[in-house]
């Protein structure tokens, strides 16, 4: 779980057993370390002390829902972490939460149920065009 | 009626634009609906499915164990959800209804629990504003439809127990 040669990745959902599932669709899709938090707020603190490289986030989760807390992400002091990638998985497709979420620059939008094959097919996509982007800075 | 239309479509390409290149709505239970809220339709063949075990199969072929625990806690969550979006009926809290309604459906229909995740996400449409005997009468059907999904998923793992080592 603590090899730093893995990808990290914070699971931020109020539901235990979507974290239980994307976990498990994690395991199927790699290799990976994974933390997982039940609310926005404990996200925070999450990102802060583990550094993920990814985050994978539900919206409908209170008091802070996830974009709530992806604004406070994308203005976090700290300018690595403002970064992060981030995927939201959610029942919620509504127009506006797309909007929002497109605005706070999210590397995918996944709607629930989502299958393990799509899944992975986004983690992979998610991770090549993190790659390509920092090749592009390092040339 | 033709600006509306005009402005309709460059509203559509606009959000087509912004969101192609990393959408991903499972195509089979939703649809954009570009002037509102994306509404659930009909999620293919396995629509009228009390447990649809295709999302089980993908995850735990090969580990029984692992998918006995997963489908548990998943009637565990629903369970519990239930009860809390009884409750919200009882107390005519509409808000925590959506909530619940909103969980529901997304844990239902991630587990497989098809037509109680369509129930619930019906439920979350109608919670803000529909009529209390609809709501009642909501309540009643999502705990029928529960208990016959938790009998299903029971009779399911029943058959996969041998699998388990």
Same mark, same amino acid.
């Given at each position: 779980m603590n090899n730093p040669q893995l990808r990290r990745i914070l699971i931020v959902d109020d539901e235990p057993f979507m974290r239980a599932t994307v976990k498990q669709m994690l395991r199927l899709s790699g290799q990976f370390t994974f933390e997982e938090a039940g609310d926005g707020a404990a996200a925070l603190n999450a990102v802060a002390e583990f550094? !993920?490289?990814l985050v994978i986030c539900d919206?409908?989760?209170? !008091?802070?829902?996830g974009l709530d807390f992806l604004k406070k992400l994308r203005a976090h002091e700290d300018e690595a972490l403002r970064r992060t990638l981030v995927i939201m998985l959610t029942a919620d497709a509504k127009e506006e939460t797309l909007l929002g979420a497109a605005r706070l620059k999210v590397s995918g939008y996944l709607v629930k149920p989502v299958s393990p094959k799509k899944f992975g097919e986004r983690l992979r996509q998610v991770f090549t065009g993190s790659q390509s982007a920092q090749a592009q800075t390092r040339t | 009626m033709r600006g509306i239309a005009q402005r309709g479509g460059v509203i559509l390409g606009v959000v087509k634009r912004l969101f192609e290149p990393f959408v991903q709505a499972n195509s089979s239970t939703t649809k954009m609906n570009f002037g509102g809220t994306a509404l659930p339709t009909k999620? #293919?063949?396995?629509?009228?499915?009390?447990?649809?075990?295709s999302t089980y199969r993908d995850l735990f072929t090969g580990a029984e164990a692992e998918g006995k625990e997963w489908l548990d806690r998943y009637l565990e969550s629903a369970a519990s959800t239930t009860k809390h979006l009884r409750d919200s009926i009882a107390s005519e809290n509409r808000e925590a209804l959506v909530a619940m309604a909103h969980r529901l459906a997304g844990s239902s229909l991630s587990a497989g629990a098809v037509r109680l995740g369509m129930l619930s996400r019906a439920l979350e449409q109608t919670a803000?504003? #529909?009529?209390p005997s609809e709501l009642q009468d909501f309540g009643t059907r999502i705990i029928a439809e529960f208990n016959a999904t938790r009998d299903e998923i029971r009779r399911f793992l029943a058959t996969r127990s041998w699998l388990a080592p």
């Open positions: 550094k !993920p490289d919206n409908g989760m209170v !008091p802070m829902t | 999620p #293919g063949p396995s629509a009228d499915a009390l447990f649809d075990d803000l504003d #529909g009529p």
